[in-house]
């Protein structure tokens, strides 16, 4: 990058503009994701709205690539570019609560983490993932599933409003009655339309979860998984478990004779009468005697991090995702192959549960078009040493192909890895994808937001 465009940037902005020269580039360019190792020409953190509008409409001027950073979470890295500018969200971490109209309205370069505190003082919470330093940006705009989706659905079903720079620079604020369709777009659509600034949530009512984590040994994945695709779907919508293949860890709450074996297991979520915990899982003896069984109240956020300390920032990370409507039994024997067969370190599959409140919402409601799911599948290769970066990708991949056979043929947005390709888009949209075409043909009709899992501006008739 010229030095006269970073100029042209500084003045553009308040915030800190970072060049290849410049000291914390190194950082600056960092994402979740260790395995990405990308070069921008520049990152820019922007401090405020009036900051995100400079720089997109200088970055659109000097005819630059254009990334957008929130959390940094994107698994393919999808919010740095080489060589381009990375409009990076980080200084905008704020929450606003108005508890009595049980809302939050959240920065664009927000963490789960800074919602669930600011929620939890009032008993209150939104939808979201199960790593609490997840961007909320990506995953509201993805979709967003985790542990009170059975009961309260989506993330992007929780969302009433968001203030969007356009490909332009012009400000908006969407909803239900304002740019309607852009709001629909939103809800799903991933980072094709603008920046969301910030996002407005309608909360509910969440404050200690019963937790469980139950696992057996690997060589029981086809009777536990054919158990838990029965029991599940069956139970009411406070019960909430996602089922895994791991590695256990060597940390509580596992005990000791466990650590470092292979597993397969449940992470329960209960959002019921606190006293009847123990009855909600009491069926978790029925595929045979765990191996290890945990459960305990505790306070929502706590559970949001649990995993924080285990996937910490710089990790080796190669995924893909499928949705599944069924679990056939051929599939129990391919979940078997790769559970007995996981690599070292920390790979793991999970099978997000996305029925219950999520499936009350119509495929055409918003972008998010599979609302005919029962799992959103992710097969994720994960290891701290980048030696072993082809080794978990090869593994990932195997195990997704393994599973297409009994997928839905699409999968979730924020689950889609390197090199998949428009196709894959376009089936993870499904009847959904041409609406979003013409949307993004009015708001974006030169791509400038193309750095992201692409949906294409239609043709103009």
């Known amino acids: 990058m010229k030095s006269e465009t970073l100029e042209a940037l500084r003045e553009a902005v308040r915030g800190p503009v970072i060049g290849p020269e410049d000291s914390g580039y190194d950082d600056a360019r960092k994402v979740y994701n260790g395995m990405i190792d ?14 995100v509008m400079s720089a997109v409409r200088t970055v659109r001027e000097q005819g630059l690539e254009l990334a957008v950073r929130g959390g940094g979470h994107s698994g393919p890295g999808l919010g740095i570019v080489d060589g381009g ?5 980080a200084p905008m971490r704020w929450v ?16 789960q983490a800074d919602l669930d505190h600011a929620t939890h003082a009032f008993g209150l919470a939104v939808p979201s993932g199960t790593v609490s330093t997840t961007g909320l940006g990506g995953l509201t705009l993805g979709g967003g599933h985790g542990y009170l989706t059975r009961k309260y659905g989506l993330t992007l079903d929780s969302l009433l409003a968001a203030d969007v720079v356009l490909a332009d620079g012009s400000f908006v604020t969407v909803d239900e009655k304002n740019h309607p369709e852009l709001f629909w777009a939103l809800r799903g659509g991933g980072g094709n339309f603008g920046v969301v600034t910030s996002f407005t949530y309608r909360l509910h009512p969440v404050s200690t979860v019963g937790v469980g984590i139950t696992v057996w040994p690997a060589e029981r994945t086809r009777e536990v998984l054919g158990w838990y695709r029965e029991f599940l779907p069956r139970q009411r919508e406070d019960l909430y478990g996602f089922f895994a293949v791991l590695n256990v860890p060597p940390r509580p709450p596992f005990p000791d004779e466990i650590h470092g074996r292979k597993m397969c297991g449940v992470v329960w979520c209960w959002t019921g009468e606190p006293d009847r915990l123990s009855e909600a899982l009491a069926a978790v003896q029925e595929p045979g005697k765990p191996a290890f069984h945990f459960a305990a109240p505790m306070p929502y956020p706590e559970l949001q991090s649990m995993f924080d300390e285990l996937l910490p920032p710089g990790l080796q990370w190669y995924w893909r995702g499928h949705f599944f409507d069924r679990i056939p039994d051929a599939a129990l024997d391919a979940h078997l192959t790769y559970a007995e067969g996981l690599p070292d370190g920390l790979s793991t599959m999970h ?6 409140a999520a499936h009350r919402v119509g495929s055409g409601d918003t972008a998010w078009s599979y609302r005919d799911a029962l799992w959103s599948g992710v ?35 924020n689950f889609i890895g390197e090199g998949e390709g428009e196709d894959r888009v376009r089936a993870t949209y499904r009847e959904n994808y041409d609406r979003l075409a013409r949307i993004k043909r009015e708001y974006d009709p030169d791509n400038v937001f193309h750095t992201n899992q692409n949906v294409r501006p239609a043709d103009v008739a």
């Open 38 to 51: 990308k070069r921008p020409g520049a990152v820019v953190r922007c401090s405020d709205v009036a900051d």
């Open 85 to 89: 500018v990375t409009v990076d969200l």
């Open 96 to 111: 606003r609560v108005d508890p009595g109209a049980r809302t939050a309205q959240v920065g664009g370069g927000g963490l």
């Open 351 to 356: 099978l997000y549960p996305v029925d219950g």
């Open 379 to 413: 097969f994720a290769g994960i290891d701290p040493d980048p030696a072993n970066a082809q080794t978990i990708k090869e593994w990932s991949v195997a195990y997704w192909e393994a599973l297409r056979p009994y997928s839905m043929g699409g999968g979730y947005v």
